[in-house]
């Protein structure tokens, strides 16, 4: 898998905006004061939240994953 940490920023904003937008839908919402990234997956619109990480799966699918879920399942391939 490809995966880029959204830090909440607005440069990460732009690089997870550019590196989705095209192939599927996002978009930056603000929802009680909390800026969080929604992003059309395969199963609907998801809700990333800053420091989740946006995931691009096997097939080219898009979808956001806890930090410690991550941590947890995936390793750094250099």
């Known amino acids: 898998i490809d995966a880029i940490q959204w830090t909440g920023t607005p440069e990460s904003s732009a690089e997870i905006y550019n590196w989705v ?44 994953c806890k930090p410690d879920i991550f941590e947890a399942t995936y390793e750094k391939v250099e």
């Open 21 to 64: 937008s095209p192939h599927t839908g996002i978009s930056l919402h603000n929802f009680d004061h909390d800026k969080s990234i929604i992003i059309e997956t395969l199963e609907g619109e998801h809700r990333a939240s800053i420091n989740d990480w946006i995931i691009r799966g096997v097939k080219g699918e898009f979808y956001p």
